[in-house]
Nanobody, 120 residues
């Protein structure tokens, strides 16, 4: 059974940092690009960041570029999202996904999400 499990969310203050993790199982992790998405209350889910299967290429939304860093450890079947200088508008449920397409980035298998709340 293919499964993605996110962790690392929490309540932080503006300017703080968090690192999210996404542990994959049941699928050959190294064969797929991975992505992070987020959904704020009353908003559509939006793309945050993506990383190619060999980690040679990354892609970021303009909203997070320069503050967030996506990475992956293929030996651990885990993807990460390092989030620095967090802002209240980053508050959302964050999801990781296996990507079915790179551009536009679309996920086809999703985790359950982890809540990130940034207070001002």
């Amino acid at each position: 059974q293919v499964q993605l499990v996110e962790s690392g969310g929490g309540l932080v203050q503006a300017g703080d940092s968090l690192r999210l993790s996404c542990a994959a199982s049941g699928r050959s992790f190294t064969r797929y690009a991975m992505g992070w998405f987020r959904q704020a209350p009353r908003k559509e889910r939006e793309f945050v960041a993506a990383i190619a299967k060999t980690a040679s290429i990354t892609n970021y939304s303009d909203a997070v570029k320069g503050r967030f860093t996506i990475s992956r450890d293929n030996a651990k079947n885990t993807a990460y999202l390092q989030m620095n200088n967090l802002k209240p508008e980053d508050t959302a449920v964050y999801y990781c996904a296996f990507l079915s397409t790179w551009l536009p980035p679309q996920g086809n298998i999703w985790g359950q999400g982890t809540q990130v709340t940034v207070s001002s």
